[in-house]
């Protein structure tokens, strides 16, 4: 049985687009669309650029090099190096400039900075730098939970409240303040009883509302969203259905909470 709630990665989601998703995959990948159409929506337009670059400029990416410009048969006939070069630059052009074509044609379509990527970046390069951290691996003790909460608050401009995951066996180590994409971001870290630890990155974001996003890379992976004007980043050990289940867990503490006023 497909467990719908288990998230599928972006790569895999371009892939599905693209026709190289490997079969085991399909199914899972089209019960997840199913059951998140925020997804489904994101392949839709996706299929939709594709296949604009492919009516657009199809015909001149898949043009093939002229007879007479091919350099088996420039060689054959004892031209000069000077000829067969300059024949090489044109073949080239003719490749190249399809591909610049589709490319600017992708970006016309695309040209909202990707703020997901942005703050995943962020979040994830931070995660790696505190988790091996022993003797400093935040500046404030979990222990000091209310003095933590308010000074991050502060910095932010917003009411930040951590979740609590004691019930996913995860304990507050702590938190730091650190440069984010548009000002101060907060960085709360968790740990488990054998050493796991696992990150929320909260940065302000002038970005709509979302849903789930995935990514992984190397050995950690990480959720992205925003709520009420915060990109939230939950990051960890590349487990997809632990991560999924903390960041649910995470999520639904935050979601359930009252609009907080800002503290600005």
Known sequence: MIDRNVPVTEDELHAYVDGELPADRRAAVEAWLAAHPEDAA???????????????????????????????????????????????????????????????????????????????????????????????????PGGEREHLVRWLSKRLGHELRPPDLDPMGLALVGGRLLPGPSGAAAFLMYESASGDRFTLYCAPADAPQTGMRYREADRFASFYWVDRGLAYVLSGPADRKRLWAITKSAYDQIEKLPPAKSSG
């Open 42 to 140: 994101r392949v839709a337009e996706w299929r939709t650029q594709t296949e604009t670059i492919r009516a657009r400029y199809g015909e001149l990416a898949d043009e093939t090099v002229p007879e007479r410009l091919r350099l088996d048969r420039l060689t054959r006939s004892g031209r000069s190096w000077r000829a067969v070069a300059a024949a090489a630059v044109i073949a080239a052009l003719v490749g190249g400039v399809a591909g610049w074509m589709a490319h600017g044609a992708a970006a016309a379509v695309t040209s909202e900075p990707d703020v997901f990527n942005v703050y995943t970046r962020e979040a994830v390069d931070a995660h790696k730098l505190y988790v091996i951290e022993v003797v400093h691996p935040v500046e404030v």
